[in-house]
């Protein structure tokens, strides 16, 4: 078995923006503000999580290119959850490369069986790829994408998955953020690829609730990982965090979670009206300067989506 050598990234603390090597064979991918991961297996085939929307294929190949990395060589894509900016560009990308397998949950593979909801995916890719200005991304027609749109191994809670002789990805069932939301530990690294049930990392000092779903169901979620000792935390957003900044991300998000919903309860109790309330809670939490606009419509939807469950608590 080859030794695996991890970077000395594995003991420093780090926030990672930019595209480029986290640990050994471990690479964090950014378009813009939003966030993929992938892993290089020893004999060169590639694993990446959540690969984006259509628009966001050819620029993920220009980043492989960048990287020296073989974009032909992408063998299985890991989905996280099924929202159109994180995997609706995977028909593309399996048109690609057609020996792709894509993973995901039974869950995730009943939902993409309704027509009406792979319709919603298609004409969200198609207003991202406006939105964003590509002309140069192909539109696939809805039958290619309905097609392509489907998970290929169902993964079950703690299912591990060899990439090769040294490195394995473990699913962990997170919901939260969606009924569906899967993390991914990579091993030995102990790094988890997540999606918004683990909130935003807004910076050092501040960690913003994700549970768009529930709330609740987002900190049972977090608190799975207690017991793992975590060495970084892959975010869908904004970038990756490492050492102390990923241990004490695990710690503020619980903690800012009930704290916002106490906080709202005496706000109500004190006479603020609702307006006032949602000001204060957008600006505390869900603002950022990124112009990544899939970065900006998350934020939005969460903070919507949060609010509704404020409301119904905190009443």
Do not use: W
């Amino acid at each position: 078995m080859a030794e695996l050598v991890t970077s000395c990234f594995k003991r420093v603390t780090m926030f990672l923006r930019a595209s480029g090597l986290i640990y050994e064979r471990l690479y964090l991918i950014t378009l813009g503000a939003t966030c993929r991961y992938a892993i290089m297996a020893e004999h060169g085939d590639i694993a990446i999580s959540d690969p984006g929307a259509s628009v966001h294929v050819g620029a993920l190949k220009e980043r492989f290119d960048r990287l020296k990395l073989p974009f032909a060589n992408i063998r299985q894509v890991f989905v996280t959850h099924l929202d159109a900016d994180r995997i609706a560009g995977i028909p593309l990308l399996r048109k690609l490369v057609p020996s792709l397998k894509v993973y995901g949950t039974a869950a995730m593979h009943k939902q993409l069986a309704d027509s009406s909801f792979v319709k919603d995916l298609y004409e969200k890719d198609k207003n991202l790829s406006a939105m964003l200005g590509s002309a140069q991304t192909e539109l696939l027609s809805f039958d290619e994408f309905s097609k392509g749109l489907k998970i290929d191994k169902h993964l079950v809670e703690t299912d591990s998955i060899q990439i090769d002789e040294d490195i394995t990805i473990r699913s962990i069932s997170t919901p939260g953020h969606r009924p569906h939301s899967l993390a991914y530990l990579v091993v030995p690294h102990e790094f988890a690829i997540v999606d918004e049930t683990f909130g935003y990392f807004q910076g050092r000092n501040l960690a913003a609730p994700g549970g768009d779903m529930n709330l609740h169901e987002a900190l049972a979620s977090i608190r799975k990982f207690n017991d793992i000792q975590l060495n970084g935390i892959g975010f869908s957003y904004a970038g990756a965090v490492t050492g102390a900044l990923a241990k004490r991300h695990l710690l503020a998000i619980p903690q800012n979670t009930e704290d916002l919903i106490k906080e709202v309860a005496k706000a109500r109790k004190d006479g603020f009206t609702e307006t006032d309330i949602g000001e204060q809670v957008r600006t505390a939490f869900y603002t950022s300067s990124s112009q990544d606009r899939c970065h900006a419509e998350s934020l939005e939807n969460t903070f919507t989506a949060v609010m509704k469950q404020l409301s119904k608590l905190t009443n």
